[in-house]
């Protein structure tokens, strides 16, 4: 599973954003492997409309769950157009972020 | 006829003021059209008695989509720069409130299946107020995001037939207020002799600037620090028209909603006569 999480640098011990539109970068995390492949998020300078455009990156990069901080509106109605799910985390790196939220999945199955 | 904007940057250091005493001297000779093209907030006309208004509904063009003849090519989405438009898998998302009515989604749909729709954005009022002026001013609907459609609307009804329009322009130095002070003959830029009026001022000055309006400067609430204005005026080889001073009789008047023009009778003369010297 492609797990993608908004974040501010390209590493997995990087911080989690705490903003889904204007973060700067999402990792998108193999959950298998932890491997993982950072990608600028262009929306992260844009004027207006960045939680949408947002959405369309990690739509783009296949990933049907992000892990974030807050969601505005409009972007919560585009994840939910490209049925993608988000999981608010209050984790500090994207590492913790992906293991407590694969932790909480086992627990809920 | 000969249109001049009084502009500010800083809030509330008397563009309505000026804009209303200007317009006022002016009619006593001329016909004069004011224009309060602060849209978010107009005030001119509490300055004036009820007179029978008309009102029209200002429209701006949005995209109505054919969703039998749109196939999600995307084409809308890769042009659109504000972030409007979306290609979900098997329909397009449309954020109303980003679009800026450019109409380039429609120019290249190679389906057709974006139309020309409208939605409103606010009202236009006018109303002739005294004899020899006549008001114009507009108003933007709750939760819009741009006044500039309402701005140019009402410049572009600006009728010929007046000699002076006085535009009162919105704070600020962003699109408002330079949709405002474009195209003018001239700009009155009114301050306050303050740490923060000055600091507008300069901000102000340099859209004028850039914009090819030449400018004068009248300081309101005059007395004190009006060195500070003074300087950055003498640098820029910017006038000073004229200077309000404190006056607590004049502020006593402003909350009842008068403007009494005859307090400072020089103002339009000098403010002519600066502008036909340019």
């Known amino acids: 599973m492609k797990i993608a999480v908004s974040s501010q640098g390209g590493s997995l011990n990087a911080q989690v954003a705490k903003n889904f539109g204007r973060c700067p970068y999402f990792l998108i995390v193999d959950s298998e492997t932890m491997k993982f492949e950072p990608v600028y998020n262009p929306a992260s300078s844009m004027t207006g409309g960045a939680g949408p455009a947002a959405a369309r990156v990690i739509n783009e990069k296949g990933s049907k769950i992000v892990l974030t901080g807050q969601v505005g509106p409009n972007a919560m109605s585009a994840l939910a157009g490209y049925g993608i799910e ?3 985390v209050s984790s500090d ?9 694969l932790k909480n999945k086992k627990t809920e199955d | 006829m000969k249109k001049i904007a009084i502009a500010s940057g800083k809030g509330g ?26 849209v978010e907030n107009p005030d001119c006309h509490i300055f004036f008695s009820d007179a029978p208004t008309e009102k029209e509904e200002v429209c701006v063009f949005y995209p109505e989509v054919d969703t039998e003849k749109c196939n999600c090519c995307g084409r809308c989405q890769q042009v659109c720069e504000f972030n409007c438009l979306f290609v979900m898998k098997d329909r397009l998302m449309f954020f109303g409130e980003l679009c800026h009515s450019c109409r380039g989604c429609k120019l290249v749909c190679p389906q057709g299946a974006i139309s020309e729709g409208s939605r ?20 933007m609907n709750v939760g819009e995001a741009r006044a500039t459609p309402l701005i140019e609307k009402l410049k572009k009804n600006l009728k010929s037939g007046a000699d002076y329009a006085i535009f009162d322009s919105p704070p600020g130095a962003s699109c408002p207020m330079a949709e405002t002070v ?7 830029l009114v301050a ?9 001022l300069k901000i102000a000055a340099k859209v004028v600037k850039k914009l090819g309006v030449p400018c004068g400067i009248v300081i309101n609430r005059s007395g004190g620090e009006d060195k500070i ?11 000073i028209l004229f200077r309000i001073p404190y006056s607590r009789k004049f502020s006593c008047y402003y909350s009842k909603g008068v403007i009494k023009e005859n307090f400072f009778p020089g ?3 000098k403010i002519i006569k600066e502008m036909l010297r340019i």
Do not use: W
Request: glycine share 6%.
């Open chain 2, 182 to 188: 474009a195209g003018c003959n001239y700009a009155v």
């Open chain 2, 192 to 200: 306050e002799p303050t740490p923060f009026g000055i600091y507008d």
């Open chain 2, 267 to 269: 103002l339009a003369d």
């Open chain 1, 93 to 101: 790196t994207v590492r913790e972020a992906v293991e407590g939220y």
């Open chain 1, 86 to 88: 988000a999981v608010t």
């Open chain 2, 13 to 38: 250091t008397g563009k309505t003021t000026v804009a209303v005493m200007l317009s006022r001297l002016l009619s006593k000779k001329f016909k004069v059209r004011l224009l309060d093209c602060d």
């Open chain 2, 120 to 139: 409103p954005v606010g009202k236009l009022f006018n109303s002739k107020v005294e004899k020899n002026l006549h008001l114009d001013y507009a108003l």
């Open chain 2, 229 to 239: 204005i003074d300087n950055f005026a003498r640098q820029k080889k910017i006038n």
